[in-house]
């Protein structure tokens, strides 16, 4: 006889020598359960600490101011490489989600342009002292629009925003007053700093370096009233454009946390399938008992061998859309594993992992799938001690799809070596 059965009609056998009241034919089954079908948002939901996805941006470039545009035989509309002058500044922003972020940031330098004097006999080179802060929306449109990527090298990030800008010190060529300035106060005297609320827009290309470190390259364009360079002539509307770049330096790293509703539906699906089929096997075992007893009287007791090592009950590990984090509510299955192999020292396990079909790419999905498997060998050797030997990893990508339900095969299986 088999040591399990063995085990088995001992167990009756105790029960009989203590007169139990339940007969030995009684088999005790519960109800299995039942799953309900419902709907479900399949939007994904991002969120992150508050703490992460800050960024401090340091930049320099070149700006070309636009005044004056057609205005006498000196128009400012044109480019020149005279007018050209060095820009700095610095910024602090945060990405309040993978799509919007926010900046705040601060430039400054020196400008120069060419703008008509009070009469067209005077010269109207001029230049001036400038400083800027600008509060800025930005929007990623890579991630918008074409899914979320945590790792993606490079994105185009439009941006808008509106801000404070201050002009002094207005000289000439020589370095004398400027004669080209026709703006007075109340008390008739040219003015020494205007003041003015510019609205910017522009793009910025962004390399990813590192998680911490990006290079971007930006153009954009400021457009102020009329009174920016200290004098009003011709179109109302002066400008500035500028070609700028710098490096980003990511505070707290840059990722997201992702919540899909349907995702979870799926994965309580799974549990119970697994309470059912437990639910089975708890029935079986009834029936194996109740054969059991009919053997009665008991044989006589043997020294109980020690029963072969056991499957897992959690058996696997899910992950949500286009992602190898390993979920918080999926850390029981590792330590589950974790401690079945503790308790098996000789058993080894081969860690598979699987994509859905539906999503990426066969060859994205590859890479993703063997992402996710070594994900899971690394926590249960760096989190609980378990010997990397005693780990096979395997991956299937989009390839094979253990499941006929899609969502289900973004999973990881551990099947005994």
């Given at each position: 006889?088999?040591?399990?059965?063995?085990?088995?009609?001992?167990?009756?056998?105790?029960?009989?020598?203590?007169?139990?009241?339940?007969?030995?034919?009684?088999?005790?089954?519960?109800?299995?359960?039942?799953?309900?079908?419902?709907?479900?948002?399949?939007?994904?939901?991002?969120?992150?600490?508050?703490?992460?996805?800050?960024?401090?941006?340091?930049?320099?470039?070149?700006?070309?101011?636009?005044?004056?545009?057609?205005?006498?035989?000196?128009?400012?509309?044109?480019?020149?490489?005279?007018?050209?002058?060095?820009?700095?500044?610095?910024?602090?922003?945060?990405?309040?989600?993978?799509?919007?972020?926010?900046?705040?940031?601060?430039?400054?330098?020196?400008?120069?342009?060419?703008?008509?004097?009070?009469?067209?006999?005077?010269?109207?080179?001029?230049?001036?002292?400038?400083?800027?802060?600008?509060?800025?929306?930005?929007?990623?449109?890579?991630?918008?629009?074409?899914?979320?990527?945590?790792?993606?090298?490079?994105?185009?990030?439009?941006?808008?925003?509106?801000?404070?800008?201050?002009?002094?010190?207005?000289?000439?060529?020589?370095?004398?007053?400027?004669?080209?300035?026709?703006?007075?106060?109340?008390?008739?005297?040219?003015?020494?700093?205007?003041?003015?609320?510019?609205?910017?827009?522009?793009?910025?290309?962004?390399?990813?370096?590192?998680?911490?470190?990006?290079?971007?390259?930006?153009?954009?364009?400021?457009?102020?009233?009329?009174?920016?360079?200290?004098?009003?002539?011709?179109?109302?509307?002066?400008a500035n454009v500028a070609a700028v770049g710098g490096f980003n330096i990511n505070i707290g790293g840059r990722e997201f946390n992702s919540y899909n509703e349907c995702n979870t539906a799926s994965q309580i699906a799974a549990l119970n399938g697994q309470v059912n089929d437990l639910r089975a096997q708890l029935l079986a075992a009834g029936a194996e008992v109740a054969a059991l007893a009919s053997q009665l009287p008991c044989p006589e007791q043997k020294p109980v061998v020690a029963a072969a090592p056991q499957t897992p009950l959690m058996a696997t590990v899910r992950f949500t859309i286009n992602s190898d984090k390993i979920m918080p509510t999926e850390q029981v299955n590792i330590f589950n594993m974790a401690e079945w192999m503790k308790a098996n020292p000789t058993?080894?396990?081969?860690?598979?992992?699987?994509?859905?079909?539906?999503?990426?790419?066969?060859?994205?999905?590859?890479?993703?799938?063997?992402?996710?498997?070594?994900?899971?060998?690394?926590?249960?050797?760096?989190?609980?001690?378990?010997?990397?030997?005693?780990?096979?990893?395997?991956?299937?990508?989009?390839?094979?799809?253990?499941?006929?339900?899609?969502?289900?095969?973004?999973?990881?299986?551990?099947?005994?070596?």
């Amino acid at each position: 006889m088999k040591a399990k059965n063995l085990y088995y009609a001992m167990a009756v056998c105790a029960g009989a020598a203590v007169a139990l009241p339940a007969s030995a034919q009684d088999v005790f089954v519960d109800e299995a359960t039942t799953v309900t079908e419902f709907t479900c948002d399949n939007s994904t939901h991002y969120f992150t600490n508050w703490r992460n996805n800050w960024f401090i941006q340091l930049e320099s470039g070149v700006n070309q101011p636009f005044v004056e545009r057609g205005y006498y035989k000196t128009p400012g509309d044109n480019v020149n490489k005279s007018k050209m002058t060095l820009t700095y500044g610095v910024g602090v922003g945060r990405w309040a989600s993978p799509f919007v972020g926010f900046r705040i940031r601060a430039n400054g330098g020196a400008m120069h342009w060419n703008a008509p004097g009070i009469d067209d006999k005077t010269d109207g080179w001029t230049r001036a002292k400038h400083a800027n802060l600008q509060a800025e929306v930005m929007w990623d449109m890579f991630n918008s629009l074409g899914g979320v990527n945590d790792n993606r090298v490079f994105s185009i990030i439009p941006f808008a925003g509106l801000g404070g800008d201050a002009m002094w010190d207005y000289r000439d060529a020589k370095g004398n007053p400027a004669s080209a300035t026709n703006i007075v106060n109340r008390h008739g005297d040219v003015k020494k700093v205007q003041w003015t609320l510019p609205v910017s827009a522009g793009l910025q290309f962004r390399f990813r370096l590192s998680e911490y470190v990006d290079f971007f390259a930006e153009a954009r364009a400021s457009f102020y009233g009329d009174n920016w360079n200290n004098f009003a002539q011709g179109e109302s509307i002066d400008a500035n454009v500028a070609a700028v770049g710098g490096f980003n330096i990511n505070i707290g790293g840059r990722e997201f946390n992702s919540y899909n509703e349907c995702n979870t539906a799926s994965q309580i699906a799974a549990l119970n399938g697994q309470v059912n089929d437990l639910r089975a096997q708890l029935l079986a075992a009834g029936a194996e008992v109740a054969a059991l007893a009919s053997q009665l009287p008991c044989p006589e007791q043997k020294p109980v061998v020690a029963a072969a090592p056991q499957t897992p009950l959690m058996a696997t590990v899910r992950f949500t859309i286009n992602s190898d984090k390993i979920m918080p509510t999926e850390q029981v299955n590792i330590f589950n594993m974790a401690e079945w192999m503790k308790a098996n020292p000789t058993q080894k396990v081969v860690v598979t992992g699987y994509a859905d079909k539906d999503t990426g790419t066969a060859e994205y999905n590859m890479d993703l799938s063997q992402r996710r498997a070594q994900a899971v060998v690394s926590s249960l050797v760096n989190d609980y001690g378990i010997s990397a030997d005693r780990l096979k990893v395997q991956f299937d990508g989009s390839d094979v799809q253990p499941y006929n339900t899609n969502d289900w095969n973004r999973i990881v299986i551990f099947t005994q070596k």
